[in-house]
């Protein structure tokens, strides 16, 4: 439902999509869910859910949950997918990152490589961009060095690197 809403799909089952420009390039992929201003517009992945203003928009992995305005926004995700990116601009710019849960405004909003990380809270990781396996909860948490957490503000790390974690504080 909308102008322009899977105009190219030939094959694809089971999509819906609600919203201008919604998964315009999509031909033949099934099970996409969509709703917002070109949300997922040039999307070629399936089986993912995709609710927001630009969310989603270049999305070519599959499996897929990106909520919020321009979560997992404007990077073409290639990779394995199966990201979860709530909040707006979580994940914006994620490439080839997979398996990555990113929660809260702006959680990761530079990731392009990084996958399974797990980040909770407002702000956090927005320096990220190829970093692997860091869970932690925290806002305003800004940067990474060396595997060395830097924590601004308050914050919760549980890593590998728990020593160097510990020192911070």
């Known amino acids: 439902i909308g102008t322009d809403t899977l105009k190219a799909i030939t094959t694809g089952d089971f999509n819906v999509s609600i919203g201008y420009q919604n998964l315009t390039t999509l031909t033949n992929k099934a099970g996409n869910v969509t709703m917002g201003y070109k949300a997922a517009q040039t999307a070629t992945g399936e089986y993912n859910v995709i609710l927001g203003y630009t969310a989603g928009q270049n999305i070519t992995s599959s499996n897929n949950v990106a909520i919020g305005r321009d979560a997992m926004g404007t990077g073409a995700n290639s990779g394995n997918g199966l990201n979860v990116c709530i909040g707006q601009e979580a994940g914006k710019i994620i490439t080839t990152g997979q398996k990555n ?69």
Not at 129 to 135: D, I, L, M
Not at 141 to 155: A, K, L, M
């Open 101 to 169: 849960v990113l929660i809260g405004a702006y959680n990761g909003n530079a990731i392009n490589t990084g996958f399974h990380n797990t980040i909770l809270g407002y702000d956090a990781g927005t320096n990220f961009t190829h970093e692997t396996s860091f869970p932690f909860i925290a806002n305003n948490y800004y940067d990474s060095y060396n595997n060395n957490v830097r924590p601004v503000y308050s914050s919760v790390c549980l890593d590998n690197y728990i020593d160097e974690v510990n020192k911070s504080f």
